[in-house]
């Protein structure tokens, strides 16, 4: 397969290189990557400045370039004009951090892997928890890739989450829901910069209890590697209504 490999924590990610390496034993990869870190960034893309591109060399056999844009950049830049010949897969992550939850939204490593599916090409997002072994993370993932039948279990993108766990203590894989947790609360400390100027800084928040049994987010805490799959569109089928409205126009 030709893989183009992007991310959102960056060019410097060392579990970017591991993975890269790892899959070009078999396969053609590209890799595209921010040149600094853009966690947390979502789903925004570069509209009214250039992308500056930077090639950088990991080996013969991988076509590296560090980009000025988004995550969702990396994949559209990447799939447009950065790799030659057909793409066959989008890689994102691994991310240095699980991506679970409504905590969805916000992950640059999942909106790269949704502006691929927005594209027609197939897409995984990878995430593990900080502080998991890059090592035992690529592993694990190489044994998933090689079961996946890309056609029949990824119709968009699939999310993947991998616990910060060995192999050997690794329960499964689960197919798992997205956890709808609500966060109950927004909190920002109010500061003032030694030159008088006020700002707030965003405080990291905890984890609310987790409410669905089956969800990702119990998966990932219970020892699986969890999977979801994930689509681009999202309009709630069931806020339809028969209501209908009248609207008048010009004078009364």
């Known amino acids: 397969m030709h893989i183009l490999l992007v991310n ?3 060019i410097h990610s060392q579990g970017l290189k591991r993975l890269a ?44 370039y560090a980009i000025s844009g988004t995550p969702a950049d990396c994949t559209g830049l990447g799939l ?79 999310n993947i ?10 329960k499964g894989v689960r197919w798992a829901p ?5 966060w109950t609360e927004e909190k920002y400390e109010r500061r003032m910069t030694p030159d008088g100027r006020l700002s707030y800084w965003p405080v990291l928040r905890e984890m609310p209890p987790v409410q669905n049994e089956a969800s990702d987010i119990d998966c990932l805490t219970e020892g699986y590697v969890s999977l979801t799959p994930l689509t681009f569109c999202i309009t709630d089928s069931s806020g339809f209504r028969e209501k209908e409205f009248q609207i008048s126009f010009g004078g009364r």
């Open 8 to 10: 959102d924590d960056g």
């Open 21 to 64: 390496l790892s899959l070009a034993e078999k396969h053609e990869v590209t890799v595209v990557a921010p040149d600094g870190e853009r966690s947390a960034i979502g789903h925004g893309i570069t509209l009214r400045r250039p992308l500056f591109v930077q090639e950088a060399f990991w080996s013969e056999q991988i076509k590296t």
């Open 80 to 158: 447009d004009a950065l790799t030659e010949g057909p793409v066959d897969l989008v890689i994102s992550g691994p991310n240095d951090g699980p991506n679970t939850g409504t905590d969805l939204l916000y992950s640059g490593t999942v909106s790269a892997a949704l502006e691929a599916a927005m594209l027609g090409k197939k897409a995984l997002a990878l995430s593990a928890p900080h502080g998991a072994d890059t090592r035992a993370v690529v592993e694990i993932f190489l044994q998933i890739l090689d079961q996946l039948d890309l056609e029949q279990d990824v119709r968009h993108a699939l």
């Open 161 to 170: 989450n991998i616990p910060a766990l060995p192999g050997e203590k690794l």
């Open 178 to 182: 997205q956890e709808l947790v609500q």
